[in-house]
């Protein structure tokens, strides 16, 4: 053969193949039907082990798609550690697929941990200080705890039942108490992952210290796995206590929301802000999704695959920037609009998309949340989510300022350099994506629709 | 020919943004010229077949969101509000773009400056031609948007960034607050768009008119549909449908027919209070209202044709446009009113009263800008939405023929704004000078130029407010004592307009003695601004007095098939038992009317406009021999805008709010209690173990045995 391959070559090939394979999975996916599709069972010492797809998992098996070739292009010119961040992150691909396809809580559990391994390997070798050890650890150690809490759960619930398997828990009988204590476990597990308000050091910590691709599946995949869950396993078990615990969590997720957003507005780590930011639309999500309330949890989901592309984009670009001039802080940067266009038209829309303008997903999500939020009558809790957008505004744009206008700074950067084709090419489908869903949401919305119902059935 | 007004801005802006490299100047102006008079020429043939022929249109794009019983259609919808607002939007546009040409050439970033306006321009035509009120926040976010990017052009001066930034966070309140009253709206009337809000907030339904009961029972047919869905169903069931049993469509409609008006009267006293509110705050943080003024002035950082565009004709007037259209809901609570009256008034004495002593000659007309607004803010509180429009209309040509002849001087003077030092530029740029003239004595309200007819309009409107007797379920006695107090405040406005006009133009025409400054001419024209410019004087001194008789002459019908501004009660109930009348209803019935003044009223009128004299010369001698100037008190009040900027907006909002940010919410609690209480203790407990640190290499081979087991364990349940 003429053209050779590497190493990386072929992992990307694999990924891309993926890709394809997760479309046609959409292209085939019947929207009409309730149920799970493409139930199938393995058998492993007399267990049956289910695995199966619904609307809802689809979305989030398409967002890791999507991200995983994006995160490898942007590593494809690195020349440091790259075979080995590579294989890792195929491995993550395959690992989180397992999260997302499994109806079986042990096995939910099982591979929810392992893709721990991979990203304590991500932060821990790719990070960019010293401080990265510190993160990871605390990554970990916050997983892990939650984890140990999942696992009491999974333990209460086979000794009660007999069986792990979500298709047949949500029918069995278990007493009030017992649910109370396993919604309570499984809550907690849940709001380590998201993260709600005294569970949340890690994920700035994680944020600032991991590479780029870290933050990115980080933002756009790890933090949803604890959303997942909460609909896959808390909502079915314990659809029948899980109302007393709705107003402590509103009241939580509203003060995350605002703490989240004020100690935003002093950061001066770009990362940081993005992080926080993301903290603070990751609450609002936490505020639709304990409304009960079917436009709320539509508006959820928007938001859900919405924050994928648009915090994802953001860490993009400024891993970009990093790449070429080593730092994060807001101060070295002013006035690249300048010199760098391109970067400039790319930083603006993803700003656009993050302060929710009509047209972009974010906007859709908030919308539905809002209202959802206005028929239940939870006024305190719409508050929390203006003041939040408000604030987002406020500091999203107080950043895009500082970096992009003003007087070009020369003593701290000496030689400007515009975006390359290969980085245009990360950042275009990204977009494209922000403005489908925001313009044209129905194709998206048709899938997880019967599910939605489905969970109130 | 519906859809082609929105699409050549946007073929203006791709070309200019994408392929702006590709081209030479020429092309480009040859471009945006066709583009831009092509869409003149079509909001011209949309206003003869819409406005005069009176045949209303809709263009059905396509379902944006279908979700229970949440749907909403993006439709463009063309009535008469929307055909005279393309008219203006698309001339102004034009001369700004022209002016542009030449005014900006000598820029670095000149395309980038046009594809910026182009798009200003769509997001402004989406606004103007919306059905439903969620294709208007669309533009009204995006026009806010491209303000941000036009003031911020200059974006090395700090001050620009500065006022761009002011300018964004004010935009953000209103559109935060439109936001809610969108959500409310949903809620209430499951339904978006203009017509069905309209048809749904209206008291007296059902009665013979067709098109009405058409529309009742295309809705009546959407209720079955909630009902038959499970969420709204409770709700029904609750407030109108008491255990009722649903078996067929006929069913449903006489259930709903029977407790229909219990359900309407229901959403106009809780809600329209608060829906009102919510769109009156969103139009004032638009429009620069008392508030949130203050962005207004600020913005003038940006280039003059941006100011002349937006600042002036088109964004900052869209705060009237939510108004006009949502006249019908808002009319239905008197407090609401009373707010959107007082609101304008209060805006009028302010922005005179800090604009009189202004000296750059931009944020004079800046805040001429603001106490025009307030006058159609406060024709909106008593009715007069006709007369709003018209001083829209009106106001937008002479000030954009302002802001343009200004930035002219501007050039001329060699960037220099400060009016005291501008002068002698009448011998070389007569021209020039004649048309900022023309504006300043439109704005004046000079007899038979525009201004004096919209203005007087208004003026006259408060007045008459006492002798209409159907009127008397909004204003009694003792409001209406106080509206005519208020109204003295827009009487004011006009010495002060008056006052600063004049001053501008003494500045600009007379020799000074003390003159220190000698600037010398740098700039001279070519034919792009003076046509630019010859459009907007002839529009500003003949418009008012062209198409008075087309808005506000006596018979005329073409705001009858214009919803929001007409109610069909008029034709259906009797005089006595109504009270939706508006100002509209005495045009539309060939009424003539003429109406007294009370001597009172007019004596209250003289007193304070000779309090007022007075009050000005004095302060007007005291800056003249320059006595004790920085002692006065109330020239200080005035010289720093009330305080508001500094002492409010600086000192304690914004200090305020970032030093408790980093005090309390990162120091004390992100780095003190979380991090000390759940990662530090936990750490070091868990370091007490002594846990190995992991090696590198050690972590991938633990991978590969993870994956490797796992296709394994695949494997072997496969087989």
């Known amino acids: 053969m003429l053209v050779s391959f590497n190493k990386k070559d072929v992992v990307l090939f694999i990924s891309l193949f993926l890709y394809i394979l997760v479309l046609m999975l959409w292209l085939f996916y019947d929207n009409s039907i309730l149920y799970y599709q493409w139930l199938f069972n393995i058998k492993i010492y007399n267990l049956y082990f289910y695995f199966g797809i619904d609307g809802i998992s689809l979305f989030f ?18 020349k440091k550690n790259s ?23 042990l096995l939910f559990y099982l591979f929810f941990e392992i893709i721990l391994i991979p990203f304590f390997i991500l932060i821990g070798i790719r990070g960019y200080r010293k401080r990265r050890i510190f993160a990871s650890y605390l990554l970990f150690f916050y997983t892990f705890v939650g984890s140990l809490l999942m696992i009491l759960s999974i333990i209460i619930l086979y000794v009660l039942n007999e069986t792990t398997n979500i298709l047949i828990l949500s029918f069995l009988f278990r007493s009030y108490t017992d649910n109370l204590i396993l919604c309570v476990l499984l809550l907690i597990s849940f709001a380590i992952k998201i993260p709600i308000i005294p569970f949340h050091i890690w994920l700035p910590e994680a944020h600032v210290e991991a590479s780029t691709e870290g933050s990115v599946l980080l933002a756009g995949i790890i933090l949803k796995i604890g959303f997942y869950g909460i609909i896959r396993f808390v909502y079915p078990i314990c659809a029948d206590v899980l109302y007393i615990f709705a107003p402590i969590i509103s009241i939580l997720a509203g003060l995350s929301i605002l703490y989240r957003s004020y100690s935003t507005l002093i950061q001066i780590d770009l990362k940081r802000v993005i992080a926080y930011s993301s903290i603070a639309h990751m609450n609002i999500c936490i505020l639709g999704l304990f409304s009960f309330n079917v436009h709320a949890i539509t508006g959820v989901f928007i938001i859900l695959i919405g924050h994928a592309f648009i915090p994802g984009g953001l860490f993009f670009v400024i891993g970009f920037l990093y790449n070429r001039y080593n730092t994060k802080l807001l101060k070295y940067y002013t006035g690249l609009s300048m010199h760098m266009p391109i970067f400039t038209y790319f930083f603006i829309i993803l700003i656009l998309g993050n302060i929710s303008f009509p047209g972009t997903s974010n906007f859709l999500g908030e919308l539905l949340i809002l209202v959802g939020l206005y028929k239940v009558n939870l006024l305190s809790s719409i508050y929390n989510v203006m ?15 500082r970096i992009l206008f003003g007087l070009p700074n020369n003593k701290s950067i000496l030689v400007y350099k515009d975006l390359n084709l290969l980085e245009i090419l990360i950042l275009l489908p990204i977009i494209y994506h922000i403005f489908w869903i925001g313009l044209f949401p129905l194709s998206w919305l048709d899938i997880i629709h019967y599910n939605i119902y489905y969970l109130f059935l | 020919m519906y859809l082609l007004p929105l699409y050549f801005p946007l073929i203006n802006f791709i070309i200019y943004f994408f392929f702006g490299k590709f081209f030479n100047k020429i092309d480009l102006v040859c471009s945006i010229c066709i583009n831009i008079m092509v869409n003149i020429f079509i909001s011209l043939f949309i206003f003869y077949e819409v406005s005069i022929l009176g045949s209303v249109c809709e263009v059905i794009l396509y379902t944006w969101l279908k979700l229970d019983w949440l749907e909403i259609n993006l439709i463009l919808y063309y009535d008469n509000l929307t055909a005279c607002m393309l008219v203006v939007i698309n001339i102004i546009s034009f001369c700004a773009h022209l002016y542009s040409l030449e005014y900006m050439e000598t820029d670095v970033y000149y395309r980038q400056y046009m594809s910026y306006l182009s798009l200003f321009t769509f997001f402004m035509l989406i606004l103007v031609t919306a059905e439903n009120v ?34 964004i966070i004010a935009n953000k309140v209103g559109d935060i607050t439109l936001l809610f009253a969108i959500v409310i709206l949903l809620v ?45 169903a409770l709700e029904l069931s609750n407030d109108v449908v008491d255990g009722l049993y649903v078996n067929n469509i006929k069913d449903t409609y006489e259930y709903v027919n029977m407790n229909y008006s219990n359900y309407t009267h229901y959403f106009n006293d809780v809600y329209n209070i608060h829906i009102g509110l919510l ?3 969103a139009a004032i943080g638009k429009s620069a209202q008392i508030g949130l003024h203050l962005w207004l002035p600020e913005a003038m950082e940006g280039p003059t044709p941006v100011s002349s565009l937006i600042h002036a004709a088109t964004m900052v007037t869209a705060g009237i446009f939510l108004i006009l259209r949502f006249s019908f809901l808002l009319e239905q609570t008197p407090v609401i009113l009373c707010v959107i009256f007082t609101v304008g008034c209060f805006t009028a004495l302010i922005s005179t009263c800090i604009g009189v002593l202004q000296h750059d000659i931009k944020k004079v007309i800046a805040y001429s800008t603001c106490s025009q607004l307030a006058y159609m803010f406060a024709s909106c509180g008593v009715f007069g939405y006709v007369n709003s429009f018209f001083h829209l209309y009106t106001h937008a040509f002479f000030k954009a023929l302002l802001f343009l002849s200004a930035g002219y001087i501007i050039h001329i003077m060699n960037n220099e704004q400060d009016i005291r030092k501008i002068n002698q530029s009448l011998n070389f740029v007569l021209f020039y000078n004649i048309s900022f003239i023309v504006g300043s004595l439109a704005i004046m309200g000079i007899p038979f130029l525009s201004g004096f007819y919209s203005k007087e309009n208004i003026l006259n409107l408060i007045l008459q407010l006492n002798n209409i007797n159907f009127l008397s379920y909004y204003v009694n006695e003792y409001l209406y004592t106080v509206y005519c107090i208020f109204n003295m405040f827009e009487l004011i406005t006009i010495l002060g307009t008056m006052y600063y006009s004049v001053k501008i133009m003494v500045n600009i025409i007379y020799k000074k003695k003390y003159n220190i400054y000698f600037i010398i001419p740098t700039h001279y024209s070519n034919q792009y601004t003076f046509v630019s410019l010859f459009i907007l004087i002839i529009m500003s001194s003949l418009i008012g007095y062209l198409t008075f008789d087309f808005f506000l002459g006596i018979g005329q019908d073409n705001w009858q098939y214009t919803f929001p501004l007409m109610n069909y009660n008029l034709f259906i109930n009797e005089l006595d038992t109504n009270i939706f009348i508006n100002n509209n209803w005495i045009i539309l019935n060939n009424l003539e009317i003429h109406f007294n003044i009370e001597d009172f009223l007019l004596f209250l009128t003289f007193v304070y406009l000779f309090l007022f004299v007075y009050l000005y010369l004095n302060l007007f001698q005291l800056f003249w021999y320059n006595i004790n100037i920085y002692n006065n008190e109330l020239y200080n009040l005035f010289i720093l805008k009330f305080y508001v900027y500094q002492l409010w907006l600086v000192d304690l909002l914004s200090i305020n709010l970032f030093y408790n940010s980093f005090l309390i919410y990162y120091k004390k609690l992100e780095k003190g209690y979380f991090e000390y209480y759940f990662s530090y203790n936990a750490v070091n407990f868990l370091k007490k173990f002594n846990i190995a640190y992991l090696k590198t290499y050690s972590s991938t081979e633990y991978l590969l045995f993870i994956l490797i087991s796992t296709l394994f364990i695949i494997n072997v349940s496969i087989i």
């Open chain 1, 387 to 401: 003041i939040g957008i408000f604030i987002c505004t406020l500091y999203s744009i107080l950043m895009c300022n």
């Open chain 1, 61 to 78: 098996i398409y967002l890791i798609s999507f991200l995983i070739p994006l995160c490898l292009l942007s590593l494809y010119n690195n």
């Open chain 2, 188 to 232: 209430v009337f499951k339904s978006l768009s203009f017509p069905i809000i309209y048809y749904l907030s209206d008291i007296n339904l059902c009665n013979s008119n067709i098109y009405t009961t058409v529309n009742y029972y295309y809705y009546l047919d959407n209720i079955y549909t909630f009902i038959t869905n499970g969420d709204v």
């Open chain 2, 134 to 167: 969620l294709q208007l926040f669309v533009g009204w976010e995006g026009v806010g948007i491209c303000s941000y990017l036009l003031i911020n052009f200059w974006s090395t001066r700090l001050q620009a960034n500065k006022s761009a930034i002011l300018a």
């Open chain 2, 279 to 281: 769109l009156v705050l």
């Open chain 1, 83 to 105: 075979t080995i961040t590579f294989l890792s992150l195929l491995g993550l691909e395959l690992l989180l697929m397992f999260v997302f396809i499994s109806l079986d809580f």
